[in-house]
């Protein structure tokens, strides 16, 4: 391996296709060297032996108030038969209560839809907003 020469013919104006490698190996271990020495100093902690609580939050439960419209339009709370002024005065005092009630609204499918809708708009505007269509699921057909 000729790094050099004296004479001026060819032979020393051909490219030299090797790489020198020494320097970066040099680099590769001083790099070693500073991560081996740097790497327990990144992972220094203090122990500590942190109390340990067990609290869960008390989270009540809101109830749920059954309102539920047969085919003829007759409206019903939690089973019972009631008029359609009695159940906005419900639904006020209900809308009151904290943690605000759900509202389970069952309806015959044969009920028109505008009493559906009197009922949701009466749920509304008492400020009861977590309502909730109940049904029974058809049979899977064939």
Not at 95 to 115: F, I, M, N, S
Request: aromatic share 4%; hydrophobic share 45%.
């Amino acid at each position: 391996m000729a790094f050099g020469g004296f004479d001026s013919g060819q032979g020393g104006a051909r490219p030299m296709a090797e790489i020198n490698m020494i320097p970066l190996i040099d680099v590769m271990l001083v790099l070693l060297v500073i991560f081996i020495i740097t790497a327990p100093l990144l992972t220094h902690a203090v122990k500590l032996e942190l109390p340990r609580a067990s609290s869960t939050p008390n989270l009540q439960q809101p109830d749920n108030l059954q309102i539920a419209i047969d085919g003829a339009g007759r409206l019903f709370w939690n089973g019972e038969a009631v008029e359609r002024a009695t159940l906005r005065e419900r639904l006020a005092a209900a809308g009151r209560r904290q943690p605000q009630p759900e509202v389970h609204l069952r309806a015959d499918k044969t009920t028109p839809y505008e009493t559906v809708a009197r009922v949701l708009a009466d749920c509304a505007g008492a400020g009861l907003t977590r309502i909730g269509f109940v049904s029974d699921p058809e049979e899977v057909r064939r």
